[in-house]
């Protein structure tokens, strides 16, 4: 099976790179070659890569900056999407779209399923939900994945942030009040690979549309950071306190949902996919980053 991926640098295109068996020969499409603002080029790359299946794995992900550069986000993120679902349509092959958390507002009292109603908060999250409805109406033979709060020991991230913090700080303050689920991106990628082979062997309608993607567990981000520390004492570093704080004590331009949780009952149900608990995950990723040379810039 030959995936065309789009981006090259991202965590999740990175991760896929890694996770891909024998079975499945990854090709990384990226800018200059392949760039969703560019709908001509884009539809000439993935005509000339002649895959089986599509991932959509680039986007544009600055949730703060998205704020002040909303309509460049909807150009990637609603448009790039649209001409990524166009040309999967034409080519007559799966696309796998990856969405967001994001475009819920955080109000439920339990982790969202697929049809709850979206309500964005920011501009990053309308222009993810854009690129919902557009991959949606262009491309029927489509799997939107929304998934949240993925880490990985490539890329920028909270882990890697953390790591960082914890080099020169004795306390770092983190929200407990935004409660989700820490998603590995190579636990998405494995999980992402196993839709993909379903996907290519088997049309059924139930399998195509949009499905709930994150780690199992949840946690609010000052228990990812605890779980962070503790396991990097076990590789000598000394010990840094979380300050448990409340997103009030932490303005960012973009507000985030209180509640990120994603019910993914329904991936399990017709994929038989699930991913692992999140801790085992996390502890794996500390675990890389502190033991063998890394890959700094986060
Ligand atoms: N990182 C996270 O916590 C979450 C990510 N997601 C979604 O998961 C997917 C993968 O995210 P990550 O790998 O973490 O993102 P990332 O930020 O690590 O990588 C994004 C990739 O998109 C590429 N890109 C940006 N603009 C582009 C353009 N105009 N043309 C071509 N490529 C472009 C970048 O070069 C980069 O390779 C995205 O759809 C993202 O919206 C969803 C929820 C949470």
Redesign the pocket.
């Known amino acids: 099976m030959r995936i065309i991926v789009?981006?090259?640098?991202?965590?999740?295109?990175t991760a896929l790179r890694e996770r891909a068996t024998d079975a499945a020969e990854i090709v990384a499409l990226?800018?200059p070659l392949?760039?969703?603002?560019n709908r001509d080029g884009l539809r000439a790359a993935l005509f000339d890569a002649r895959g089986d299946v599509i991932v959509?794995?680039?986007?544009?992900?600055a949730v703060d900056k998205a704020e002040q550069e909303e309509e460049l986000a909807f150009r990637?993120?609603g448009e790039?999407a649209g001409h990524v679902a166009e040309a999967a349509a034409e080519l007559g092959v799966p696309l796998i779209h990856?969405?967001?958390?994001?475009v819920f507002d955080g109000s439920a009292p339990r982790p969202y399923r697929e049809d709850d109603a979206t309500a964005p908060l920011g501009a990053y999250g309308r222009s993810?939900l854009e690129g919902e409805r557009r991959v949606a109406a262009l491309c029927p033979n489509s799997v939107i994945l929304r998934?949240?709060?993925?880490y990985s020991p490539f890329?920028?991230?909270f882990v890697r942030t953390m790591l960082r913090l914890g080099e020169t700080r004795e306390e770092v303050g983190v929200v407990a009040d935004q409660l989700g689920n820490p998603t590995s991106?190579l636990d998405l990628a494995d999980a992402a690979l196993a839709v993909a082979a379903r996907l290519r062997q088997d049309g059924a309608p139930q399998l195509r549309g949009v499905f709930h993607m994150t780690g199992a567990g949840e946690a609010c981000w000052a228990d990812v950071a605890e779980a962070i520390f503790a396991r990097a004492t076990e590789h000598g570093r000394r010990a840094v306190r979380v300050r448990r704080i409340a997103t009030a004590d932490f303005p960012t331009p973009a507000r985030r949902p209180a509640n990120s949780r994603l019910d993914n009952a329904e991936l399990s149900h017709v994929y038989c996919v699930a991913l692992p608990d999140w801790r085992r995950s996390l502890a794996a990723c500390v675990d890389r980053l502190l033991a063998g040379p890394t890959d700094r810039g986060a």
Not at 98 to 102: E, I, K, W
Request: a neutral charge.
């Open positions: 789009t981006g090259t640098q991202g965590q999740l295109v990226g800018r392949l760039d969703l603002l959509n794995a680039a986007a544009y992900t990637v993120n790039g990856f969405s967001t958390d994001y993810k998934t949240a709060w993925v890329g920028v991230n991106a």
